[in-house]
């Protein structure tokens, strides 16, 4: 049996079976309201949001025991994720088949994604600082602006409040060290914590990689996390600042990477109706990369404000704000770039017994490329107390980066065109959400996506241009369910992508891909995961068809005395070999074993 069939049979067993395990003496276990605020730009549950909503919870990481927020991320439904070797190495992550610059990342509301290339470095985010991450699947353009194609990804990070310490050994001579404490001063709270990683790795590539060299490609990590909250007479207060810096060895090469990412914000209340939040945020992100025969250095930097406000109407709701960024690039001094952005949007929603709608529009205005508008609509209808059916349409653009409106290329190939126009697209989904009693959910949802004027190298100097198109259709489906002291969490994905240009599938998507994830809670404290993910065959670089592959993971932890918990993860334990992109390795089996302390 194929793996996407196992997978896939795997998930349709959880959905339609629940072990005889019950017993009617227990009272019954119902599922916490999940709060999230990415969706519609203001808190509401997970149930209420007119969005495909998932979240990764600080209790879904810590029972993962994962080494990478990207472990976490493939496991969701329409999310691909891409590592172009072992961990540190290059991560992309595609939301519903679209490109991974179509993916809106947040950081405590504060924008991330290179100035230069459009995409986030997931390899850089350091799993330890993260409370919980906040996944909406499909467009936000008309809240976020640029870049929210496929959707939005929101990551928040924690605040201890008490000292912890973890530290870990494992595979490929992997071992790491988190540390923090929380602490008051007056009525403020403030948190420092720290961390480092350093793993001897293995060869990012294989004989068909374009640079392949057998030695082990390893990184370093460091990072140190502040943040603070309080409370004011205009309302309650909060910081962060994350700092990092990370060294990273490819075959025949090292990059070195520095990011810092402040933010600060104010929420608070004009009267009982009206509340506010106020917000800045500085990203400043610095690479370095020696290939030896090739070098070269990125520098971006991009302020953040804004402003968002929540009005409670009579029957209605009404949010609405205006936001601001500045950023800028240089690469080498071969080319300098800035620009700057101003959005104003606005959402109205009315909720009734049994049908509420949302309208939602953004107008962006773009030092260099114009005026955008966007525009987003949805309405959920109730049938009857435990099914709603919910049908949205969105547009949605991504503003060129700067690297495609300003780089000189190279000997005068691949040169930017500073008169590019935004990329667009256009999404109409169907989904329908289904409740069996109080501790079990499915969710399926359809979609179809358009893309325009899609960004590619063209023409005799492969000058950048306004030239593609792509086709994006895809079928998502979600359950979960709790019982006594166990959890399953399960997912099918099923999409089609094609490059509208010339008929081609987009590279490195596969048309399947299905995750299940199952823990069983003992007393004590004491758990056990297995996590099982499986993708389809897919297309990649060269015409090239790379074949499906499937991964068992387990992980489990042991309370021990005075706090101390121990900690293990298995990573591929059945030992697959497999390519996640042409040329390039995946891992192999892998073990790693922590121990952590908090009192």
């Known amino acids: ?76 439904a329409g ?199 106020f917000y800045a945020g500085w990203a400043d992100d610095r690479l370095s990369s020696d290939f030896g025969f090739f070098t070269s250095h990125f520098d971006s930097e991009r302020i953040d404000l804004g402003w968002e406000n929540r009005l409670r109407l009579e029957q209605a709701t009404l ?17 300098f770039g800035s620009r700057d952005n101003s959005g104003l949007f606005a959402l109205w929603e009315r909720d009734r017994e049994r049908v509420a709608l949302q309208l939602s529009g953004r107008i962006d205005d773009n030092s260099l490329f114009g005026t955008e508008v966007t525009h987003h609509a949805a309405v959920r209808i109730a049938v009857g107390a435990k099914t709603n059916f919910i049908l949205s349409h969105g547009t949605a653009f991504r503003a060129p980066t700067l690297s495609e409106q300003f780089s000189p290329g190279f000997g005068g190939l691949f040169a930017g065109n500073p008169a590019l126009e935004p990329e667009t697209s256009e999404t109409t989904e169907l989904s329908v959400r289904f409740e069996f009693g109080p501790a079990a959910e499915l969710g399926v949802a359809a979609y179809r996506s358009r893309v325009d004027d899609l960004i590619a190298y063209s023409g005799p100097n492969f000058q950048a241009v306004n030239i593609n198109r792509a086709a994006l259709d895809g079928l998502e489906l979600e359950y979960r369910n709790t019982w006594r002291h166990w959890s399953l969490n399960a997912n099918l994905t099923l999409q089609e992508t094609e490059d509208r240009s010339t008929g081609a599938e987009l590279l490195r998507r ?61 990573d591929n334990l059945l030992d697959h070999d497999y390519q996640p992109a042409h040329g390039f390795n995946g891992a192999g089996r892998a073990a790693y074993l922590g121990i952590a302390w908090s009192p």
Not at 115 to 126: D, I, R, S, V
Not at 208 to 217: A, E, I, Q
Not at 319 to 335: C, I, N, P, T, W
Not at 545 to 562: E, K, Q, T, V, W
């Open 1 to 76: 049996m194929k793996p996407i069939q196992l997978a896939a049979s795997l998930v349709l067993a959880g959905v339609l079976t629940r072990p005889a395990v019950a017993n009617p003496e227990e009272p019954a276990i119902e599922l916490e309201p999940i709060q999230v605020r990415t969706a519609s730009r203001t808190t509401e549950t997970t149930s209420d949001a007119l969005a495909s909503v998932s979240v990764i919870s600080a209790e879904d990481i810590r029972r993962s025991a994962a080494r990478d927020l990207s472990d976490l991320l493939r496991l969701e």
């Open 79 to 277: 999310i691909d994720v891409v590592r172009t070797g072992g961990p540190g190495q290059q991560t992309s992550v595609f939301m519903r088949g679209a490109n991974s610059n179509h993916a809106l990342v947040l950081i405590d509301g504060i924008r991330v994604s290179s100035a230069h290339t459009g995409a986030y470095a997931w390899e850089h985010l350091p799993l330890g600082i993260i409370e919980r991450v906040e996944i909406v699947r499909g467009p936000r353009g008309s809240l976020y602006g640029s870049d929210a194609i496929g959707g939005v990804i929101q990551v928040f990070t924690r605040m201890p409040d008490a000292p912890f310490l973890r530290a870990s050994l494992g595979s490929h001579a992997s071992r790491a060290l988190e540390t923090g404490t929380g602490f008051a001063l007056g009525a403020a709270r403030f948190s420092l914590s720290a961390g480092y990683r350093e793993l001897g790795g293995y060869s990012a590539q294989n004989p068909d990689g374009f640079s392949f060299h057998p030695d082990d490609d390893g990184f370093e990590a460091r990072n140190i996390h502040l943040a603070g909250n309080g409370n004011a007479r205009a309302g309650d207060w909060q910081f962060q600042v994350t700092a990092t810096d990370n060294e990273v060895e490819f075959d025949q090469g090292i990059s070195v990477s520095e990011q810092v990412l402040a933010s600060l914000s104010l929420d608070g209340q004009w009267n009982e109706r009206w509340n506010y939040r």
């Open 319 to 335: 949010v609405f704000g205006l936001d601001h960024y500045d950023e800028q690039g240089r690469s080498q001094s071969s080319y």
């Open 510 to 570: 596969p048309e399947q891909k299905s995750s299940l994830r199952m823990t069983r809670q003992f007393a004590g404290g004491a758990w056990l995961a297995g996590e099982w993910f499986a993708s389809g065959d897919q297309a990649d670089v060269g015409g090239v068809r790379l074949p499906g592959y499937s991964l068992l993971n387990l992980s489990a932890g042991l309370p021990l005395a005075a706090g101390w918990t121990l900690e293990a993860r298995l």
